[in-house]
């Protein structure tokens, strides 16, 4: 269903309403009142106010759930995190280089990493969205020196997993965040890049002057900084192509008075300031060197230069080794020790020219000793930070692995980008209670059951300040109209007594989702829903309160939360919360949420793609035989733990679904 049946709600009387909208409207939202919120739940998120002009939605004759009747005041959820960082905090780019994250813009190339057989690589991915708030902020130490800016929702892969910058062991702030003698993974500060003083310019030509011609790239740069010495240069090809090879460039000056003057730029110094020394391996590398299958290497015949380049690396700390082949035209190489992180510093150390050479895509991520945590403070005040969204979910903020916003593919029918609107892009109908109660006192509505958060959760984080349930449950109750709530929000307890109320007069049916309690599995796959534990709190609560609240066991994720371990220890916790039934209901994938599970399996779990493939190589559905192993499992944990199904309201088992309709035969990658 598209949205051309919303309206903008009016604004007057109300100063906070913002026109013209900021983001542009979505096409299919015309007028539609933008609101956006300083507090920092709700940073980077964008709302879009409407004035729906229906609520109660009948589901499709041809749907497989056990109900005929939603009703949705949201679209879109917030339940997704927000991550920052202060807007210095260098980024690693595509070309080896660094820049601020303040100054990236959608299209930047910049690494990642994804998760290739045992190892996490570097990637170049893209940036596909950009945003600022302000948030309060943390300072994380390492042991090495790193100072990183940060929110307290801002998350870093240690070498126990994603784990956020601040949070609490119990509590409504319970996750895993960062404590000292933490790992992170990545390789640490990024080095300073070298300034282009006239000692960087000589040592850099001096460097290329005792190599073969050189690329584009590093011409390009030697004809600027022989033009800042007062010498023009013309180019010309040195080489022409052949069948074999590619056609050479090189520059030269027409001048006979500028050879003395070159003669004199690329002389080596008897004391060579660090400077000309940065200069001059940035230049030799340009003219010599290589990088390929994690090996930097620079090649040279000449004793000389070999024992020049060997003194400028160790000056600057690096460890080398020089190796002989044995070739006849005596070519020896100096070998660059230490993995990506002593590559990356060279790299950022002497800057050389040539982009190509400057790769470290497919490396492998290790942690290190020197990236302990060694203290997360506050700082007690509110910064500006930024958040990018990036194509693989994370980036590479000053030598260490960060998460960042990674939101689903399912809003594109609103004429919503299909990356990160989901997340960050909320239709809110303002109305919703004021229609329910119109709608339900409508003489040819018959009483039917409605189902609520069968869509996307309306208790949501939006709903703590839109509100919109109460009015919802109010106008329920004040109809007798049977009714459930599916949710993973623990908001619903704030409207306990609403619910009690209507409770007395119909059906009032809960259901909570809780699909593994798996601590590392929720982080990977459900990092912005309330942590399985404290749904199962909340179910503990409704209980207590009366109420007969099921579970459905969703989504169980084949591979991952299937198996006989994590059945029985979900089902367990389940049955000491108080649930009085469970229903296991395993993953299906409908196009959307589809595209953007098989990316994120790819990614960090590739060894199951295989399986998934044969899974639901006929559609959004598991097969049926898969789907009743699974039941058959699950109540076997039920009758072990004691949990027996109730028959009230909508606890009861879902039935299984008839097969897949012709129009959802799909591929999964």
């Known amino acids: 269903m598209r949205w051309d049946n919303l309206t903008a709600p009016p604004v007057e009387g109300d100063p906070e309403r913002a026109a013209p909208a900021t983001p542009p409207l979505p096409l299919a939202l015309p007028g539609a009142i933008t609101r956006t919120f300083d507090t920092p739940e709700f940073a980077g998120m964008t709302f879009y106010e409407v ?94 020196g790193t100072t990183l800016i940060a929110s307290g929702d801002h998350r870093f892969l240690s070498e126990r997993g994603w784990k956020y910058v601040a949070g609490a062991r119990q509590g409504n702030d319970r996750r895993p965040y960062l404590t000292t003698n933490n790992r992170l993974i990545g390789t640490g500060r990024f080095t300073v890049g070298p300034k282009e003083s006239p ?58 008075g500028d050879i003395p003057a070159i003669t004199e730029l690329v002389r080596r110094p008897v004391e060579p300031s660090d400077e000309w020394l940065l200069g001059f391996l940035a230049g030799i590398f340009d003219a010599e060197g290589s990088c390929s299958r994690g090996v930097l290497r620079i090649s040279d015949s000449d004793d000389a230069i070999l024992d020049q380049t060997t003194a400028a690396l160790r000056h600057f700390g690096f460890a080398c080794l020089r190796e002989d082949r044995g070739l006849p035209n005596r070519v020896r190489e100096i070998r660059l020790a230490g993995g990506p992180a002593a590559r990356l510093r060279f790299f950022h150390l002497t800057d050389p020219a040539i982009t190509r050479k400057r790769s470290i895509e497919g490396a492998a991520l290790t942690h290190q000793t020197a990236l302990r945590v060694v203290g997360v403070q506050s700082l007690g005040l509110e910064l500006p930070l930024w958040d990018i969204t990036t194509g693989t979910g994370d980036f590479i903020a000053d030598g260490v692995v960060s998460h960042n916003c990674f939101a689903r593919n399912t809003h594109t029918y609103l004429d919503l980008d299909a990356g990160a ?10 109305n919703a209670g004021e229609l329910a109660r119109r709608e339900l006192a409508a003489p040819r509505w018959r009483g039917a059951h409605v189902a609520m ?35 993973k929000g623990t908001l619903i307890l704030r409207d306990l007594p609403l619910l009690r109320e209507a409770a007395e007069v119909t059906t009032v049916g809960i259901s909570y989702s809780v699909g593994f309690v798996d601590e590392q599995l929720w982080r990977a796959v459900e990092p912005g829903t309330p942590h399985p534990r404290r749904r199962l709190d909340a179910v503990r609560a409704l209980a207590d309160a009366g109420f007969s609240v099921g579970v459905l066991m969703a989504p ?86 004691g949990l027996h199904r109730g028959e009230r309201g909508d606890n009861r088992q879902l039935p299984e679904p008839p097969p897949p309709p012709p129009s959802e035969q799909l591929t999964l990658l």
């Not at 033009?227 to 080489?239: P, S």
């Open 453 to 487: 958060g069968t869509n996307v959760d309306c208790y949501q984080r939006a709903e703590g300040r839109y509100r919109l349930m109460p009015q919802i449950i109010a106008a329920l109750r004040d109809f007798a109209n049977p009714f459930s709530i599916l949710t």
């Open 51 to 144: 004035q729906a002009k229906s609520i109660l939605n009948r589901v499709p004759g041809q749907s497989r759930v056990p109900f005929g009747w939603t009703i949705n005041p949201y679209r879109g959820c917030s339940h997704a995190c927000v991550y920052c960082l202060g807007a210095d905090t260098p980024i690693l780019m595509a070309d080896g280089r660094t820049r601020p994250i303040s100054e990236l813009e959608p299209g930047d190339r910049i690494y990642g990493t994804e998760r290739r057989g045992a190892y996490r690589r570097y990637v170049i991915t893209t940036v596909l969205d950009k945003w600022s708030t302000v948030k309060p902020a943390y300072r994380v130490a390492l042991e090495d």
């Open 199 to 256: 000692d960087y310019r000589r040592g850099y030509l001096c460097g290329l002057t005792r190599g073969d011609a050189p690329d584009d790239e590093a011409l390009s740069r030697s004809e600027r900084y022989l033009a800042l010495e007062g010498v023009k240069t013309q180019r010309f090809n040195f080489t022409p192509a052949g069948p074999t090879r590619r056609a050479v460039a090189a520059i030269r000056t027409s001048e006979q």
């Open 556 to 641: 169980i994720l084949p591979g991952l939360s299937d198996g006989d371990e994590s059945i029985d220890a979900t089902v367990s916790a389940i049955a000491a919360a108080g649930a009085t039934s469970v229903t296991p209901l395993a993953l299906h994938l409908r196009p959307g949420a589809r595209e953007w599970y098989a990316h994120w399996l790819a990614r960090e779990y590739p060894h199951l793609v295989p399986r998934y493939r044969e899974l639901y190589r006929a559609g959004a559905y598991a097969p049926q035989a898969y789907q009743r192993e699974l039941t058959a499992r699950v109540r076997i944990a039920a009758r072990r733990h």
């Open 421 to 430: 609107d989901f997340d960050r892009k909320v239709i809110v109908k303002v």
